[in-house]
């Protein structure tokens, strides 16, 4: 149970970094906001194997 504990934390500390770069970001940084909106997919495909189907 500890892994996935700690696979977790780590996933979520990822999301709200994401969060963090993308909301402070101006939009008038147009590229550089664009650039942390796609890097929300990293999480999502870090957590996927985690799924048991």
């Known amino acids: ?8 934390t780590i996933l979520l500390a990822g999301i709200l970094l ?3 770069l993308h909301f ?5 940084v147009h590229g550089w906001h664009v650039f942390f909106r796609k890097l929300y997919f990293i ?7 985690g799924w048991k189907c």
């Open 1 to 8: 149970m500890k892994v996935r504990y700690g696979r977790v």
């Open 18 to 20: 994401v969060s963090l």
């Open 24 to 28: 402070t970001t101006s939009t008038s």
């Open 43 to 49: 999480p999502i495909i870090m957590a996927a194997p």
